[in-house]
């Protein structure tokens, strides 16, 4: 897999919104979708989940492996999470069981289905609303657009200098990988967790131990450079624009309607038909 | 950090461009080397992160916000690539928390002069810093909307056994490479 | 005129270690000054440029006595931030200094931190780009480009701070000859408007050109000569500063004797390495095509060329670090691709650019140990190939050097290592890539000496930048650019081929003049010090020192 920085929703509607929204727009999302066990609720909330995401227009050449991945793993966990477990007592008790599971004898309703089938999508459209944070957002503007959501200058900077030694990073990391296997290296292919660990040591600790040296040599250029003064100037500007106020209030009106309801008690039952 | 007796220590929470620096090189490696993990055979799905013993390294060596930088950005760096997106966000501030722990801990603690003394006290100490940090993942009971038995059983347990695995290992051993180059490079 | 950078006396003493970097140094740099500072390794050049540029005693814990005057103003009562605006600093590796993602950012980074407007910044970067004319490359980010631009993108962002005076360590250590000539002499305009440059280098001979005003020598921390360029010609140690060819006729008495190299058998056998119609590239992208190409098993063949252009892609071919997209690279007459890792090791001895690439256990004695013991030899057999190995690189008399950390060594016993770790497979040819970028020359001749001496060793191909480390020790140089093999003949054919020399990022040295102006009886040439003893005899009356520094 490539780590480095991929921009690949360039020019898309996201894309030319203000950093910030992109930032902002999953953690309103996360808030609707916690704590909702309503499929229908958690449907609705997907459905702006898709809608944003096509406005990402991310090609899906690009992120095939991503999902397959996301989806694999989500599957699983929500197979172990709420089928296998204790879990599904909750509100699984109720209800006609469809068939209980072979080994485990847990038995499966249309609510234990509903619950599994919530969770799922609400993993699912989260992936959505977050992906455009991976591949729409330009590398180089994470750290204005920190800053200017509150986070320390420096730290926010830091953002920035991070996605500068990713694809450095991931450069020596080959590098080293090459030298060693001029010396005969190759990694374990042992069963014992132990002995692969110690196995990665030739390339973990060269690469680390050269990432650290060199970063001697960042600091200094920093400081000569005037780094970290109370002020700095963010060369790209930012301002929320009518579109990007938009977005955020729907999301935001979202978030609040669906908090409402949970207070109410309306979205903590899992729905069966 | 190496420091001797003619210079005060630093405040544990400053932030100088050594900390923000430090914090992004171990992002970014923990970012890069993160994406290398493999199960541990007879588990269900417990995987070893083997770069997990970089953050309570960086916590150690470079301070409490150092290491929660690089545990925090460096996590999120990996969901946001492999495709889990911002959803295990909370997993991302546990991350985080471990090596702000192991910055908090070695903070406190006397220079140990003693090579094999060092070691043993390098691998304790981030595994407590680990075994604290981790706990944050108990948000999962609302995040993931899981009860508190299944969050200790298939998340918070495996999630230690595995790190513990990579931080006993691998953290002393890149500590004692790092020891004799600190002072060298050290200012 | 008042001094832009004063530094009186000045010592400097490192709390960390302990150790006198700097022992009574003093420099005086005025506006339109050109200054060169040289020595060899660890004698206090980036030290003196850390006072200078307030490093010391701002960021490193240091004991200074003496004075720093910048601006007329002492350092010590002043930020780093502010001393900025005055002296701009250019460290050795551009690619360490970087921290933009793009090109742009990059050099908004001094002005954005001064707090400046942004309209103001956008000016700024508009106009610095255009002066080193790096506008093209604006919008490009910062990972992708070549190391000569990289380094023309670290001067902008220093130059879009306005400082008056700019100091420089080793600009030219990674750069291809043409590269570092742009670069120089976009420094000496920056001079010659009015700044001052203050240049930290080993390659004396090609800063010579640029017409410095200064020149300080330091040797152990203290200053040896300090003067003008003239003085320096006269009195610069001969076996340790490169210097230009003239000098070394004139000086000619001087120079020490020089080893014979050891006989090399007849090459009439299978080629050790050959290239039939090979391209190589990364991914989409082809960087060498149609090669066609051997090399013998007992040549030394050195491979010169632009930054970027395919050298190190060319003989990572060797040992199968990449493979070839069509054609076929053979090794011993076989095809590389059926051989084994461990059969590759043992023939071929690859040395990386960069010596911490592969250093990682905690006793050099370990990290000896890891190659032979991967190829699955026995211990006893392991330890005496290591000490020898050792041996071969005059790294045995150092102490405790088994035990010590591989990392804790200099920089270049480092290196020197790493040719140890390769010598300690026991390999028939001797792969480097780079083998003496920024080192001095007394270094240079030492490690050059060792690796062609090693006895298991039958041949030995480099990649360099250095024409004359290639002129010296090769008896075959091969120029790569534009895609593939631009010239490969013996250093005295090529020395007298002018055209090359003004394309294919390489810069005639006075040596490769000189080569040119009397060339060998035989195809190999002798060393520069004896080609200047032949040289000295022919004309009786020696040139003045300071011939062959003026611009070619
Ligand atoms: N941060 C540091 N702490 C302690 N000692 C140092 C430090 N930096 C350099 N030194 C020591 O001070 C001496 C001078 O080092 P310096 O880097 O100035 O040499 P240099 O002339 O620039 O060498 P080179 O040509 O190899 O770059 C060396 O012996 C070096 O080991
Ligand atoms: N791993 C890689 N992936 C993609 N492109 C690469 C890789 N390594 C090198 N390149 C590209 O291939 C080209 C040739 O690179 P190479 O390292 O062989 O050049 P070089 O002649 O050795 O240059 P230098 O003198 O700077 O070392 C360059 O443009 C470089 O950017
Ligand atoms: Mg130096
Ligand atoms: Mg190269």
Known sequence: ?273 | MSTDATTPREPVLSISSRTVVFGAVGAALYGVLGLFSFLIPGTQAVTVRPAFALVPFFGKRFGVIAGFFVGLVGNAIIDLISGYGLTYWNWSVANGLVGAFAGLFFAYLPPIAGEALRLVVTALGSLLATAIGLLFVFTDIWVQNIDVSTVISINYVPALIADAIAVVILTPALDAIWEPLSKRTGR | ?552
């Not at chain 1, 209800?95 to 089938?117: K, M, R």
């Open chain 3, 1 to 552: 005129m008042t001094a832009l950078i004063e530094v009186r006396d000045a010592s400097v003493r490192y709390l960390s270690t302990g150790q006198t970097a700097l022992r009574g140094a003093g420099l005086t740099v005025r506006p339109g000054d050109l200054a060169l500072v040289s020595g060899p390794s660890g004698c206090g050049k980036s030290t003196l440029l850390r006072l200078v540029n307030g490093l010391i005693p701002h960021s490193y814990r240091a004991e200074v006595t003496g004075e720093v005057l910048v601006g007329g103003l002492p350092v010590a009562g002043r930020t780093i931030r502010e001393l900025s605006t005055v002296v701009g600093t250019m460290l050795q590796d551009p690619r360490k200094q970087i921290v933009g993602t793009t090109v742009a950012a990059e050099i908004a980074f001094g002005p954005e931190n001064l707090g400046l407007p942004r309209a103001e910044i956008r000016e700024r970067i508009a106009e610095v780009a255009g002066r080193v004319g790096i506008g093209h490359l604006l919008d490009r980010a910062t990972a992708g480009l070549s190391g000569g631009e990289l380094q023309m993108v670290a001067f902008a962002g220093v130059l879009a701070m306005r400082p008056k005076a700019v100091v420089v360590d080793e600009p030219l250590a990674n750069l291809d000859p043409a590269a570092g000539l742009r670069l120089m002499r976009e420094l000496r305009r920056f001079a010659d408007e009015g700044g001052a440059v203050v240049v930290v280098e080993h390659r004396v001979e090609e800063i010579l050109e640029f017409s410095p005003t200064k020149v300080l020598y330091l040797e152990e921390g203290a200053p040896r000569y300090q003067g003008p360029v003239e003085g320096f010609l006269r009195v610069a140690p001969v076996g340790h500063v490169k210097l230009p060819f003239a000098t070394l006729v004139s000086r000619a008495a001087e120079l020490p004797a020089v080893p014979e190299p050891p006989e090399r058998a007849a090459d009439t056998t299978t080629p050790r390495l050959e290239y039939r119609g090979v391209s190589l590239g990364y991914g989409e992208r082809t960087v060498l095509s149609g090669v066609d190409l051997a090399l013998g098993p007992c040549e030394r063949v050195a491979v010169l060329g632009p930054n970027g252009a395919g050298k190190s892609t060319l003989l990572r071919a060797a040992v199968m670090l990449i493979t070839a997209s069509r054609g076929e690279v053979l090794v011993d007459g076989s095809p590389v691709a059926e051989r084994s890792v461990r059969n590759l090791a043992t023939t071929f001895g690859y040395v990386f650019q960069n010596p911490g690439q592969a250093l990682f256990s905690a006793t050099v004695g370990q990290e000896l140990a890891f190659g032979p013991r991967n190829l699955g030899r026995d211990p006893e057999e392991i330890d005496a190939d290591a000490r020898a190995a050792l041996r071969a690189v005059l790294l045995d008399d150092e102490k405790d050097i088994m035990d010590r950390p591989p990392r804790t060594l200099s920089f270049g016993q480092q290196r020197r290592l790493t040719v140890a770790l390769a010598l300690a497979m026991r390999p028939r040819t001797l792969i480097l890539d780079e083998p003496t970028a920024g080192q001095d020359l007394r270094t240079t001749t030492e490690f050059m000496g060792h690796a062609l001496a090693a006895p298991s060793v039958e041949s030995l191909y480099f990649i360099t930048h250095d024409v004359d480390l290639a002129l010296t020790y090769a008896d075959r140089i091969i120029v790569v650019d534009q895609g593939g093999v631009a010239a490969d003949a013996s250093p005295a054919e090529l020395a007298a081929e002018g055209a090359l020399w003004s394309r294919a990022g390489l810069a005639a040295t006075s040596l490769v003049a000189a080569v040119r102006d009397h060339p060998p009886a035989s195809g190999a040439i002798a060393h520069p010090f004896d080609l200047a003893r032949r040289v000295s005899l022919l004309t009786p009356s020696p040139s003045s020192p300071t011939e062959g520094t003026t611009p070619s």
């Open chain 1, 1 to 273: 897999m490539d780590v480095t920085p991929r921009y690949l929703g360039a020019g898309s509607f996201l894309s030319r919104r203000d950093p910030r929204v992109l930032l902002l727009v999953p953690v309103f999302y996360i808030v609707a979708v916690a704590g909702v066990d309503d499929l229908r609720a958690v449907l609705a909330c997907t459905a702006a989940a898709l809608l944003y995401y096509r406005a990402a227009g991310i090609p899906w050449r690009g992120v095939r492996a991503n999902w397959a991945f996301m989806l694999t793993v989500t599957t699983v966990l929500v197979l172990v999470n709420s089928v296998l477990t204790s879990s599904i007592s909750r509100g699984g008790g109720t209800g006609e069981v469809l068939f209980t599971v072979p080994l485990t004898h847990t038995p499966i309703t249309w609510a234990a289905l509903s619950y599994a089938a919530t969770t799922l999508v609400r993993y699912i459209s989260l992936a959505m609303v977050s992906f455009p944070v991976a591949f729409n957002i330009a590398p180089s503007d994470f750290g204005v657009a920190f800053a200017r959501l509150g986070l320390s200058q420096r730290l926010a900077y830091g953002v920035d200098l991070t996605f500068r030694f990713l694809p450095s990073t991931w450069a020596s990391l080959h590098e080293t990988i090459d030298a060693q296997r001029i010396r005969g290296y190759e990694h374990s292919r042992s069963r014992n967790p132990v002995r692969r660990l110690l196995s990665l040591r030739p390339v973990v600790i060269p690469l680390t131990v050269n990432a650290l040296i060199d970063a001697e040599d960042t600091v200094n250029a920093m400081d000569l450079r005037g780094f970290g003064g109370r002020h700095r100037t963010w060369m790209r500007e930012l301002a929320f624009d009518r579109v990007d106020l938009l977005v955020l209030a729907g999301f935001a009106a979202m978030t609040a309607v669906m908090v409402t309801a949970k207070i109410l008690g309306l979205t903590g039952t899992i729905w069966a038909p």
